[in-house]
């Protein structure tokens, strides 16, 4: 199918179902490609097929409905595109514009490489009509009632009731009952109107020419041969009795009678195939569709005389000559190109001047520029839009990785190229932490191999910790680095918090440190444990550098924190500093998620830089009221000074 019967489909899903269910539907239907369908490309019928039975199953609708829905859709679609100029001109008539359906599918077949359906009006004594629509795709009836109710309904304010009469699914044949309705204003039933009773603005036409008395000849012969080099006449038996002078050009001998014996002349089925309408050729199956547009095919000019191997088309109109009893072809070379006219025999001089089909071959030679352009631009588009899709997805994960290496405020202000200047906190919790025997076992491991488990080990740590962090966990947590096996948290900055807050965020967080890692193993038997240390006080932040840019800390607090960890009486431990201790005085007791949580005294620790020795605190978890009450009870015991 063109793509633009695909594209309506693709745009009515996502209008009226929305992106995601069209993605379903495509992933149901077993379509793989990437972006839209284009509008210039053709795609195998099977493609819209299966995308309506996905349709019709992810919806719940039947089948039937969803071709109706999309034959409403299109018309939207097409007058987009500008084709309701092209349809408002077919008739002034619901009926003169049925009748014309096969003129315009015809000229759109010329147009592009597609396979029109044929159409066939016809009128029922109660003023009803039958439409017969011929197509060889099967299943699309309930597509075109959608489309010819819709149709009705914009154009010419008409209410249809289309019923489907029969079906012959060999000869790809629907017959339709056609009624037509006026819309009513009021709430009072719509009125069946026949043909001829439509509004002054829809009013079918009728001849107003005089009647002149019948003069014997009104056009001699040879002149109408001129004006129509490629007319054909045949009688009842489809006999030719007259053609054109192109035609006698192309076939020297289709009306000599003394070159097949005892025929008088050579009959039409004899020399041609009828391709459109999809009828036999009769006499009275062409009188039946005069008003259908005919498409003769002549397949070797060498059997009449011509050049042999030679092929051409015709197409035009039938009409019944009362007078004679027979049937007169007026038509023209179906050709769109000036390269298709050449290969098929003609010159430009054989079509008449008064002949519009002049014009058409002409202009189509743009049209193949144009719509190579069209066809280019739009594979452009497709292919951007695919470039930005990816664009878009890269600029998500470097934005994620952005986000994963620096704080968040900081984050928006460096990709909005605001300068982020260092600040002064006064008060935030830091927190090391280290593996215990972790030098031990890299002395271990020695080679290649021994680098991938130093590697690993690091990893399952890391990875633990990363998760309680976690912005879903916490947004007052802020990751700083890892050198080796230390690891270190700060909470505070940037996104400032009470001292009892940030406090109490590390505190727990280091709890949860050690309880992750229960249950693991360093190598053998080995328990994998960790030694915490944890500080509370003044820092300086800031961002370093351009390429690759790291929010770093600095100040005495950061050295504390990290010889806390360092310096710790026992492996193990989580050591805690006066200043964290005091801290977590301040928390509501009532409140803390430090309930179930124990501190010791370790002792006094004497640490570089410090002239005196440090109060070291251990912080452990019990889920008994006694110890409980015992940390809450040390902590306010503990001195402030």
């Known amino acids: 199918m063109h793509g633009i019967t695909i594209r309506s489909v693709e745009l009515m899903i996502c209008e009226r179902y929305g992106e995601a269910v069209w993605e379903r539907i495509k992933a149901l239907a077993g379509i793989k490609m990437p972006g839209n369908f284009l509008v210039t490309e053709y795609y195998s019928d099977s493609v819209t097929y299966r995308l309506v039975d996905a349709a019709a199953k992810i919806l719940g609708w039947p089948t039937d409905i969803i071709w109706e829905q999309l034959g409403d859709y299109f018309f939207d679609y097409v007058v987009e595109y500008g084709y309701n100029r092209l349809l408002s001109v077919l008739g002034q008539t619901p009926v003169e514009f049925l009748e014309n359906l096969d003129t315009l599918h015809c000229a759109l077949g010329r147009v592009y490489p597609i396979r029109p359906p044929l159409f066939r009006c016809e009128r029922q004594d109660s003023g009803a009509y039958n439409l017969h629509y011929y197509s060889k795709r099967p299943n699309l009836e309930h597509y075109m009632m959608g489309l010819i109710r819709r149709t009705m309904s914009e154009l010419f304010n008409i209410k249809v009731e289309m019923t489907l009469l029969a079906k012959d699914e060999e000869e790809g044949h629907c017959t339709f009952l056609i009624k037509f309705f006026k819309h009513s204003v009021t709430l009072e039933p719509s009125t069946e109107v026949a043909d001829g009773q439509f509004n002054g603005s829809t009013k079918r036409r009728t001849s107003v020419l005089p009647a002149v008395p019948f003069r014997e000849p009104r056009i001699s012969p040879v002149t109408f041969a001129v004006l129509c080099p490629f007319f054909m006449i045949f009688d009842r038996s489809l006999k030719i009795t007259q053609c054109g002078n192109s035609l006698v050009r192309l076939l020297p001998n289709i009306l000599d009678k003394n070159t097949v014996g005892d025929r008088k002349s050579w009959i039409l089925t004899d020399i041609t195939r009828l391709i459109r309408p999809w009828i036999t050729l009769s ?40 007078e004679s009893d027979s049937v007169l072809f007026i038509s023209s070379p179906y050709v769109t190109t000036l390269q298709d006219l050449s290969l098929k025999g003609f010159c430009l001089s054989d079509i008449p001047l008064h002949d519009a089909k002049r014009d058409f071959i002409l202009a189509s030679e743009n049209f193949a520029l144009e719509h190579k352009t069209i066809s280019q631009l739009e594979e452009l588009t497709q292919n951007l839009q695919h470039t930005t899709k990816k664009v878009i997805e890269e600029k998500q994960k470097t934005d994620k990785l952005i986000y994963a290496i620096l704080p968040s405020a900081v984050a928006e202000s460096l990709r909005s190229g605001t300068p982020v200047p260092s600040q002064r906190y006064a008060s935030v919790t830091i927190l090391f932490s280290g593996i215990v025997g972790f030098d031990k076992f890299c002395l271990s491991k020695t080679g290649q191999q021994g680098a991938m488990e130093v ?47 940030h406090a109490e965020e590390i505190a727990v967080l280091a709890l949860k440190m050690n309880r992750c890692l229960r249950g693991k193993f360093i190598s053998g038997n080995t328990p994998l444990r960790i030694t915490i240390g944890i500080h509370s006080g003044e820092i300086v932040c ?80 019990t889920i008994t009221s006694t110890t409980v009450d015992s940390f809450r009870r040390k902590s306010k015991m503990c001195s402030v000074s």
């Open 283 to 322: 006499f009275a199956g062409i009188v039946e569709h005069q008003n259908s547009v005919f498409l003769l095919d002549f397949p070797d000019c060498g059997l009449v005389g011509g050049q042999a191997g030679l092929s051409f088309k015709l197409n035009g109109q039938m009409l019944y000559l009362p």
């Open 542 to 621: 800031g961002v370093i550098g351009n390429r690759m840019p790291r929010y770093c800390l600095f100040g005495d607090t950061v050295n504390m924190a990290s010889r806390m960890q360092t310096c710790a009486t026992r492996d193990g431990t989580i050591n805690i500093s006066q200043s964290t201790v005091r801290c977590l005085q301040e928390s509501k007791e009532e409140n803390s998620q430090l309930s179930f949580a124990k501190l010791e005294p370790s002792g006094k620790v004497t640490m570089k830089g410090k002239k005196e020795p440090v109060k070291v605190w251990i912080l452990g978890e």
């Open 455 to 501: 590697v690993r080990l690091l990893n399952t740590v890391y990875s633990e910790f990363d998760a309680l962090i976690d912005s879903q966990h916490s947004s007052n947590l802020y990751k700083v680095e890892t050198v080796l096996d230390k690891y270190m948290v700060v909470s505070g900055a940037p996104n400032v918090l009470p001292d009892h807050v």
